[in-house]
């Protein structure tokens, strides 16, 4: 009789596990990098985010109010791509807190440079929007066949 105890109360801490587990959401920044505006540099990109909960969302347009939705604890990793040449690496420098609620431990994450690849920026958040203001960042990122550093400024809600 013991024995099952201990088995069912090690199964249902497992099933607590699996069901709160960390998942990571893959936010990428597509340029345009053949047609890229520097005036305008929206113009020129969209976002995707990929989970494997709320599978694929694209910005179709509007990456102003372009929304991730996600939980407390999951993981979130920036990345960039050229749509028009894959030799033109597209760096995501920083993602930085605009306003509403905060979500990560930093206002600032930092990109990491990857090997023969553009930087990334990773964060785990570790907090929630739930019936608050969503988190608004700036994503600021560089594209090798360009100068300067261009933003685009999107949103977080996690825990809805």
């Given at each position: ?16 596990e ?22 305008n540099?929206a113009?020129?990109c ?61 206002d ?6 990857q ?17 608050k ?11 090798d066949?360009?100068n300067?550093?261009?933003k ?9």
């Amino acid at each position: 009789m013991r024995s099952l105890i201990i088995l069912t109360a090690g199964a249902t801490l497992f099933f607590a596990e699996v069901l709160n587990a960390q998942e990571t959401h893959t936010v990428t920044l597509i340029v345009d990098t053949a047609n890229f505006d520097r005036n305008n540099p929206a113009s020129s990109c969209a976002l995707r985010s990929e989970s494997p909960n709320t599978g694929v969302v694209e910005s179709n347009g509007d990456l102003e109010n372009f929304t991730v939705t996600m939980q407390e604890g999951d993981l979130v990793v920036w990345e960039g791509i050229s749509s028009s040449n894959p030799e033109d690496l597209v760096h995501l420098k920083k993602i930085k807190y605009e306003k509403g609620t905060k979500i990560f431990n930093k206002d600032r994450l930092d990109g990491k440079p990857q090997s023969g690849k553009g930087d990334i920026v990773e964060g785990k958040t570790i907090s929630n929007t739930k019936n608050k203001e969503d988190f608004k960042y700036t994503m600021l990122f560089k594209v090798d066949s360009q100068n300067g550093t261009f933003k685009i400024d999107p949103k977080i809600k996690v825990g809805q």
